[in-house]
């Protein structure tokens, strides 16, 4: 009975601290990709304006409902005990990946897709939240 108290609590702690790790690696991410372009570096999917998509999509994500596909997917690992590193890694990765289409989505009313350079941005720190969370919360499942 106490372990499972202590699990509805450390639960939620978790998911929070692998978002912060998720939000850290995107605006760090976001900023290497920002100098990238203000150096100059020839490549075509990095553009100044994609540099900035990144962080209105990053702002736009303070918004909760663009945080529902990750919470769907941990409570499934957790209800499930799934205890798997690659369910958390991927599940991780795909939910962040859907948060800039949901956050576009849900900002203009159409569909329109954002850049590369967000989409690669977004998956990393999604894998790595991913991670994060399988290494406090998901490997006990």
Known sequence: ??????????????FILSGLVC???????????????????DDPDL??????????????LVQAFTLLPAIFLVLVGEVARIRSVYYYVVCGGLAAVAA???????????MELPAVAVWQVFATGGFIAGFVY???AGRKA
């Open 1 to 14: 009975m106490l372990s499972a108290i202590g699990r509805i609590i450390w639960l939620p702690i978790a």
């Open 23 to 41: 939000a850290f690696v995107i605006v760090t991410l976001g900023l290497e990709r920002l100098t990238q372009y203000a150096k100059g570096f």
């Open 47 to 60: 553009t100044i304006g994609g540099s900035f998509e990144l962080f209105e999509t990053m702002f736009v």
């Open 100 to 110: 800039p289409l949901l956050a576009h989505v849900g900002s203009s009313g159409a």
């Open 134 to 136: 399988w290494l406090l």
